[in-house]
Each structure stands twice: as structure tokens, then as C-alpha cells.
């Protein structure tokens, strides 16, 4: 919990949760070849001086063809154009203009009818003279390509424009931001933008059909020449304009708010798994994904809709917030339309995109860059059991509510393994405290801790994972370092603590400080059960390492291993979901391979089979948005909003007895505009798109909180619960974390689990004393 630091620098970037600031609807549309000017600078927190800023536009109701400039209020209005549209027609495009010295935007109207228009402000830059790597310069709109006046981007051809060099814009530039609008294309096809120089990326800016006249707004990094590089993926041949309106200084940002462009890559393409729902939600992985830090304050992208089956509009807006009354990309029945988006990034580091439509609908997310975030006062709130000194305050004394954990500050995420927590800090380095019999805190002694400590050698991690006796910690280069109890090789390099031939070793049996696991390089995340972990590489394959009876790890045999081995057959896995003796693995295209135990039918494959030391794959099931797992069953929620259950207790979701186990999935009954799933020990959840909350399943502490104790056999609302961002349970207390960053709880709370002052369970949520502004929740 805490908050983050604005950024001060002359030039960096302040997001904001999408704001709207103009909407003519409710006064008068712009006339033909008229303004419409609307205030900025001192609006919604928004400095009286803002240098620039960031807005999606949007047309609608126009009543001929035209196009908007934007520029700043008081200043001649420039030879560039940022939406173009014909009658009748709803069109976005993202705007960065700056800000006139009365902090104002002007909007002008090129056409010969009236047009209404709509301006969703999504951040600021701030004013001066930006002189640190990655801080934005605002110019005036300037027209730096215009392939009308000598020949059209050919079919399957490039076009390059010179940036740096040109007027006020220095040779040397690290990204640029333009409006980009193909004019009169002879086929359909699309736009990629790239640095000069470059491999030309799996991306695209700017989709169009026949004889269409599209803009997107572009930020993309500029090559070492000073270009761009725009590559026409088309049967036919089409007209290019470039209209800059700022760059970012070159160097190594470090600053807050700075930018760091990326080659643009593709984090989201729904067309592998299935549409998004009607009224439904599709969240992305931005914060820790493809080299983007966990921690990251804003993301760039270009959201790409297709295939949508009704009329409707797409908001964007950091995963776990309210969402905004604002709109990124509009768009009718089977159109493709794309946009350029700068959204803050949620605590999970997530971006979250919202389906305000009747039908469904396909989405691509391309990211170009992202904003460095400011310093952090996130500490670390913690309460209950502390009999090992796992609340870290200094004391073996448990807590009824909520207290701060002693010296930890600007926390990016914890881990918690039997009774001992971990830390990940912004400076790479990781802390722990409580129980330390095998070593677990990593300091280099079997000593308890009450208060944190820091793990021995490790900086440069980017996230940590932990089991009940064991922490790993994945670093920036791609490797991985593990400690803490090695008696089945949960190490991972290549020793064990017990060995078919040489039995118990001590000298092996577990290490205090980390150490290096070995022949894993390219490692994208971690996951950690019981006593086995699991790399997900970043060329779409798993390795995995540790006690492995019921083949859970994958590698076709029962055998332990020392040593990260393979997982047999798997690639193109996006995510992975484990639990004790299983491991569940989301591929790119929405399907899911499950191996391990299946004494509960739940591998979900139709099999009896007691185990499979294969991936084989869950049957019947596609479109998949994500997984929920727990011992003996799960989750798999679809891109249409609905559920799907497998494994223990699954059968009664279907119609069948309580406690029937299945062995396919089941559609868990009653649900739609699934928002997200969790599931501990029996007991699972769903947080619907409208922020309320759903449970089911075993229910002896009230941990469904529909306030009775009952087994619950189908979903029930919880009680009281709306505004909620996400679900966190241990199967016995159950926690709700809401977008004003307040928390709920219900279920056992025989040692303080509620934080509401007693020791009294709770079959309705109440609220977690003393906590504000929490930005995420870990068990």
C-alpha cells in the first residue's frame, strides 16, 4: 500500500485515469471551418502551465467530409490534420498537441458541414526546457512526409521520412510522436511503423480498406539515422502524410515520467482465443512482460479493433481502477479500426480494456513504450498469526488489524511462502522475514527474523515467486536464483538433500543464500508449488525442477529432478497456472494442456487415468482468457465473460450431485461479464465487469460471504461488495481489494485474519481497519 510520487522533471509525463474534457454534444457542434476550444491547464489537477498534452478525439455526427487540426490555443493554426472523416462517420485518433499559454487546445473544423466532437484527456507534460533522456518535446504539428507530391508507398514496400535533423528536432532523437493518415490506398491492408534500420516488428499502426482515408496517431522509436521506416502491407499502393508533433530526448531515461520506446510488440491478439464479450472486459500483462518493468506508470500502444459484430466503443484504463466514462476507439459492424492509446498502468500491471457493445469483438495491443514511475512510499500492511515473526514488526505478538512492516518502503511486490514473507523493493534487491529453518530468507543463517533482512547477493530482480519452504527470484538478464530447502532439488542446480544412492545429506539438504539455478536463460516468469517450480521462457516453452510423483513436472516420467528439465510438447504457452501436483499451461491460440495428478478428474482431458506425466489437452475448451487453479479442480475463464469448471465438485456446477467430480468442463451456471476468477481450497470467486462479486463451492467460515456456512452449489452474490478490483483467498479468509484502494473481508478469523479488531469470523464481508490506498493484496 502507499502512493507514488508525481514526476518533476521539464518534459516528463503525468498520466491521468481518462478524463473527459469536451463533449459538444451537450452545447453546440463546430460549424464549417470553425474552433471549438477547450481548457486544460488547470483542470482535474492538470498544472495552469502544462506544456502538452494527450487526448483521444472523436468525431461523430459530421455532416460532410473534412478533417480536425488541433494546436494550442493563441498560436497559428498549422498545415496538418489529426482525424479525418466522411459524413455520417464516428472516428478516433489519439492527439499529443501542446498547450496554448492559456492553457487551452483549439480544435478547427476543416469541412463544409457541422461535426460534433468528443476529447478524453489521458495525461500531461510538464513545462520547461526538457533536457533528460526521455522527456517530451512539444512542436508545433509540422508535416515531415507528404507522398503525394512524388510517389505513392508501393504494395509491400517502405517509405522512410527524416526526423532528426529536421528544423528544431535534433539530429539525435530516441522516439518521435506523429499523426499518421493513408490517403486514397488502391487495396486493403496496413501500416507498420518502425525505427529505421531495425527488423520491421509483428505490428501494425494504421489498418485501412480501399480508397479509405484513415488516421492513427504514432510514437515510435526513431532509428540511428534520424528515420522512420513506414512498410505498406498491401496488394495495392497508398499515399503516406507524416505530421510530427514532438520528440523525446535521446539517452538512457531515468528519469520519472520519462519515456522509453520499445520496438513495437504484440501483447494481446484475442483472435488466438476468441472475441471479446459483449459488455465484457480483456485485460493485458504490461508491468513485467516483454522487458516493460513491473512498476512501469503508463504504457503506449496501438489498439486495433476487428471483427466486431454491432456498433460499440472500447475504453482503456489501468487494471483494478474504476473504470472511466470515456472512449478510446468507436467503431460500427465489421470495421477495422486502430488507435493509438497512453493509459495508465494498473498495480497487477495491467491495462484493462472495457467492450461497450452489443456484439463481440477482436482486439490487438501493440506496444511501442512506456513511463518510468515515480518514487514509491509503497510499504507493506500485514496482520494476523505472527508466532514466527511473520508480520515483521519487530514482535512475536499477532495483530487484530493492520501494521506496517518495520523498514520496508517504495515495495513493488511480495511473495509469502509457510510462515515467512518476501519483498521485492524498485532497487532490484529482495527482503525477508519469519520462519527460516531451511534457510528460506536467504541472509546466510537458519535464524528466525522478526523484522526484514535483506536476501544475501541479489539485485537486479525483477519479480519473486515463493513455496512454502523455498523463494526464487528472477533477474533482469533472464536467469534465475533460488534458496531455501533443497531435500527434492527444488534448487534447481543440480544437487539434492536426497538421492536414490546416497540418501539424506545435510550439506545438500537446503542453502541460506541464493544460488544460481542452472542452463536457464530467456526466463519470462516463475511459478512455485509445493515442492516443484516452473520457468516460463520467453520463446513460448516451460521448463521445470523438483519433486515430481505425480508427473507434475512434465517431463514424461515420476522421476525428481535436481535439474530444470522440459516440458514435453509444450510451445506457444502465453501463461502458466500450478498447484500442488499439477500445472496448467494457456497456449497463444485460447486452448489449455494440463498435466500431473488426476485422482479428481482434473486434468480435465474426459480421462480416469490417475496421472498423466504429459501435457494433454483440456478438453472442449477454446477461448480462454485466463485460468484459476487449486488443488483438485479449476478455472478457465473465457473471452466471452463466461466460466468454465473442471475436476473436483465440478460436476454439481453442471447439474449433478453435490460433491460429483468431472472430468470435461463444466459452464458454471449464471454467470456472464466475468471480469476475473480466483479459487483457494474449494471456495472460488468472480469479479464481474461491474465491479460486484460471485462465489461458490465449501463455505464452513462464511468464505462464500452471502452470510450463511453452508456449501454454496451454485454462484451466490457476496454480500454488500461493488467497486471490486480483485479477489484474494487462503480457502479460509477471504479478501477484497476495491478500486478506492480500501479492503473487505470475510471467513475464519480465529487469529485476526479480518483486521477488523476481533477474533470473530464473518460470513459478510467487513472492512480491513486501517488500510488505505492498497495497491495490491497477497496471501
Not at 459488455?279 to 506508470?297: E, I, K, L, R, T
Not at 529482495?430 to 535464524?447: M, R, S
Not at 534465475?480 to 532439488?489: P, Q
Not at 480500501?742 to 481497519?769: C, D, F, H, I, M
Amino acid at each position: 500500500m502507499g502512493t507514488t510520487s508525481k514526476p518533476t522533471a521539464e518534459g516528463a509525463f503525468i498520466p491521468l485515469a481518462p478524463a473527459r474534457f469536451l463533449d459538444t454534444r451537450n452545447s453546440a457542434p463546430v460549424g464549417p471551418d470553425g474552433t471549438v476550444s477547450f481548457q486544460v491547464g488547470g483542470v482535474n489537477g492538470i498544472p495552469a502551465n502544462a506544456a502538452a498534452v494527450t487526448f483521444n478525439l472523436t468525431v461523430t455526427d459530421p455532416t460532410s467530409f473534412g478533417f480536425i487540426t488541433a494546436y494550442a490555443s493563441g498560436t497559428n493554426r498549422p498545415d496538418a490534420s489529426n482525424v479525418n472523416f466522411a459524413g455520417g462517420q464516428t472516428v478516433p485518433n489519439s492527439v499529443t498537441v501542446p498547450v496554448g499559454a492559456d492553457g487551452r487546445v483549439t480544435l478547427f473544423n476543416r469541412s463544409s458541414g457541422t461535426t460534433q466532437l468528443i476529447a478524453d484527456v489521458s495525461g500531461y507534460y510538464l513545462p520547461g526546457a526538457p533536457t533528460v533522456p526521455g522527456a517530451f518535446v512539444p512542436v508545433a504539428p509540422v508535416r515531415l512526409l507528404e507522398t503525394r507530391t512524388s510517389a505513392p508507398a508501393s504494395p509491400d514496400g517502405t517509405v522512410s521520412f527524416q526526423v532528426g535533423g529536421l528544423g528544431r528536432i535534433p539530429a539525435t532523437v530516441s522516439a518521435v510522436t506523429f499523426n499518421l493518415t493513408v490517403v486514397n490506398p488502391t487495396s486493403y491492408g496496413f501500416i507498420t511503423a518502425y525505427a529505421s534500420g531495425t527488423p520491421r516488428p509483428n505490428s501494425s499502426n494504421v489498418n485501412f480498406a480501399k480508397d479509405q482515408t484513415v488516421p492513427n496517431s504514432v510514437t515510435v522509436p526513431v532509428g540511428s539515422d534520424g528515420k522512420v521506416t513506414l512498410f505498406n502491407r498491401s496488394s495495392g499502393s497508398t499515399q503516406l502524410l507524416a505530421d510530427v508533433s514532438g520528440y523525446y530526448v535521446a539517452g538512457t531515461p531515468t528519469v520519472a515520467g520519462a519515456f522509453v520506446p520499445v520496438a513495437p510488440t504484440r501483447f494481446l491478439d484475442t483472435r488466438n482465443r476468441g472475441p471479446v464479450g459483449a459488455d465484457g472486459v480483456v485485460s493485458f500483462q504490461a508491468g513485467g512482460a516483454n522487458g516493460v518493468p513491473a512498476n512501469v506508470a503508463a504504457v503506449t500502444f496501438n489498439l486495433t479493433v476487428t471483427g466486431p459484430t454491432s456498433v460499440g466503443f472500447i475504453t482503456a484504463y489501468a487494471s483494478g481502477t474504476d473504470r472511466p466514462g470515456s472512449s478510446n476507439v468507436n467503431f460500427s459492424p465489421g470495421q477495422t479500426v486502430p488507435n493509438s492509446v497512453t493509459v495508465p498502468v494498473g498495480a497487477d500491471g495491467k491495462v484493462t480494456l472495457y467492450n461497450r457493445a452489443w456484439g463481440t469483438t477482436q482486439l490487438i495491443a501493440d506496444v511501442s513504450g512506456y513511463y518510468l514511475p515515480g518514487a514509491s512510499t509503497s510499504s507493506v500492511g500485514i496482520w494476523g498469526d505472527n508466532r514466527y515473526g511473520q508480520l515483521g514488526n519487530g514482535t512475536y505478538t499477532d495483530s487484530l488489524s493492520a501494521i506496517g512492516v518495520s523498514g520496508l518502503t517504495d515495495v513493488v511486490m511480495t511473495a509469502q511462502g509457510r510462515a515467512n514473507r518476501y519483498a521485492l523493493r524498485a532497487d532490484g534487491t529482495v527482503w525477508a522475514w519469519g520462519i527460516n529453518y531451511w534457510g528460506q530468507l536467504g541472509d546466510g543463517t537458519t535464524e528466525y527474523r522478526n523484522t526484514p533482512v535483506q536476501v544475501a547477493g541479489l539485485t537486479g530482480v525483477t519479480s519473486i515467486v515463493a513455496n512454502t519452504d523455498n523463494a526464487y527470484a528472477l533477474l533482469a538478464d533472464g536467469t534465475v536464483r533460488a534458496w531455501g530447502n533443497n531435500y527434492d532439488g527444488q534448487l534447481g542446480n543440480g544437487t539434492r538433500g536426497y538421492g536414490p544412492t546416497t540418501g539424506y545429506n545435510s550439506a545438500l539438504s537446503f542453502s541460506s543464500t541464493p544460488v544460481q539455478v542452472v542452463g536457464l536463460t530467456g526466463v519470462a516468469s516463475l511459478s512455485a508449488t509445493f515442492s516443484a517450480t516452473y520457468a516460463l521462457l520467453t520463446d513460448g516453452t516451460v521448463r521445470a525442477w523438483g519433486e515430481n510423483s505425480d508427473g507434475a513436472l512434465g517431463d514424461g516420467t515420476t522421476i525428481n529432478r535436481d535439474a530444470p528439465v522440459k516440458v514435453s510438447g509444450l510451445a506457444r504457452v502465453e501463461s502458466l497456472s500450478t498447484c500442488w501436483g499439477n500445472a496448467y499451461a494457456l497456449l497463444t491460440d485460447g486452448t489449455v494442456r494440463a498435466w500431473g495428478n488426476n485422482l479428481s478428474s482434473e486434468l480435465g482431458s474426459g480421462s480416469s487415468a490417475p496421472q498423466s506425466a504429459i501435457p494433454v489437452q483440456v478438453a472442449g475448451l477454446s477461448g480462454v482468457a485466463s485460468l484459476a487453479v487449486d488443488g483438485g479442480h479449476a478455472y478457465a475463464l473465457l473471452t466471452d465473460g463466461t466460466v468454465r469448471a473442471w475436476g473436483l465438485h465440478a460436476g454439481e456446477l453442471g447439474g449433478g450431485p453435490i460433491g460429483q467430480n468431472s472430468s470435461i468442463p463444466v459452464r458454471v451456471p449464471g454467470l456472464t461479464a466475468v471480469a476475473s476468477i480466483s479459487v483457494s481450497y474449494g471456495t472460488s470467486y468472480a469479479v464481474l465487469a461491474d465491479g460486484t462479486v460471485r462465489a461458490w463451492g465449501y463455505n464452513p467460515n462464511g468464505q462464500v460471504g452471502n452470510g450463511t456456512t453452508t456449501h454454496t452449489a451454485s454462484p451466490a452474490r457476496v454480500t454488500g461488495l461493488s467497486r471490486v478490483a480483485s479477489i484474494t483467498s487462503n480457502g479460509f479468509s477471504t479478501y477484497a481489494l476495491l478500486t478506492d484502494g480500501t479492503v473487505r473481508a470475510w471467513g475464519y478469523n480465529g487469529e485476526g485474519q479480518l483486521s477488523n479488531g476481533t477474533k470473530v469470523s464473518s460470513s459478510t464481508p467487513v472492512q480491513v481497519q486501517g488500510l488505505t490506498n492498497v495497491r495490491r493484496l497477497a496471501m
